[in-house]
């Protein structure tokens, strides 16, 4: 059974970085694709970022482009979310989620079946 577990989430000044982490158990994460949301208080749970299985092509959502960064790690089975310039409206818990592992790529239209229990990122001054 594949289990997640996010850490790294903090308080953090606008524009300063945090890189999450997603521990990754009971599978090689190598071979599913894996995906950041977040929920912001009184907001829907959006996804932010998605690595594809295998050759890890990376899909990020327009508001977070060019600020975060996602990555799998080698034998250490962990996918990163690097975050940097961070903004107030990126303040939300923080979630890596996969999908089986028959379904390889960021594709929007599947589901994401395994998640994390969340971090929390909060970016104040």
């Known amino acids: 059974q594949l289990q997640l577990v996010e850490s790294g989430g903090g308080l953090v000044q606008p524009g300063g970085s945090l890189r999450l982490s997603c521990a990754a158990s009971g599978v090689n994460v190598i071979w599913h694709a894996i995906g950041w949301f977040r929920q912001a208080p009184g907001k829907e749970r959006e996804e932010i970022a998605c690595?594809?299985?295998?050759?890890?092509?990376?899909r990020l959502e327009e508001s977070v482009k060019g600020r975060f960064t996602i990555s799998r790690g080698g034998v250490d089975n962990m996918i990163y979310l690097q975050m940097n310039d961070l903004k107030p409206e990126d303040t939300a818990v923080y979630y890596c989620?996969?999908?089986?592992?028959?379904?390889?790529?960021?594709?929007?239209?599947?589901?994401?079946?395994?998640w994390g229990q969340g971090t929390q990122v909060t970016v104040s001054s």
């Open positions: 989620a996969a999908r089986d592992n028959y379904r390889t790529t960021c594709d929007p239209q599947y589901e994401f079946n395994y």
């Open positions: 690595i594809s299985a295998g050759s890890g092509v990376t």
